[in-house]
Nanobody, 115 residues
Framework: VQLQASGGGLVQPGGSLRLSCAAS????????VAWFRQAPGKEREGVACINRGNGRTHYAESIQGRFTISRDNAKNTIYLQMNSVNPEDTAVYYC?????????WGRGTLVTVSS
């Protein structure tokens, strides 16, 4: 049972990046899914999530309008499309799946925004 995040890397300010998180050993359909991030010297914070029941999405104010979370149940994968990135978006990004307290975390993928 694991979540495998990928897609991180170096991107220039104003650029775009898409993170992926593939689940194995369990089915994401039944889970709320989310992306978190942890910047150097800061606490981990929630970035975006999709509710399990109604599929509604929620975003942190700092990335509202720039990032989009989505899920592909057929591929058992969630995504985070990151547009118009800025240096403050530099962080390790973690995916998360939760079902009534049963929580799985991916290992994280590093995103560095720099020119």
């Amino acid at each position: 049972v694991q979540l495998q995040a990928s897609g991180g890397g170096l991107v220039q300010p104003g650029g775009s990046l898409r993170l992926s998180c593939a689940a194995s050993g369990f089915t994401l359909d039944y889970y709320a899914v989310a992306w978190f991030r942890q910047a150097p010297g800061k606490e981990r914070e929630g970035v975006a999530c999709i509710n399990r029941g109604n599929g509604r999405t929620h975003y942190a104010e700092s990335i509202q309008g720039r990032f989009t979370i989505s899920r592909d149940n057929a591929k058992n994968t969630i995504y985070l499309q990151m547009n118009s990135v800025n240096p403050e978006d530099t962080a390790v990004y973690y995916c998360n799946a939760d079902q009534a307290g049963l929580t799985y975390w991916g290992r994280g993928t590093l995103v560095t925004v720099s020119s």
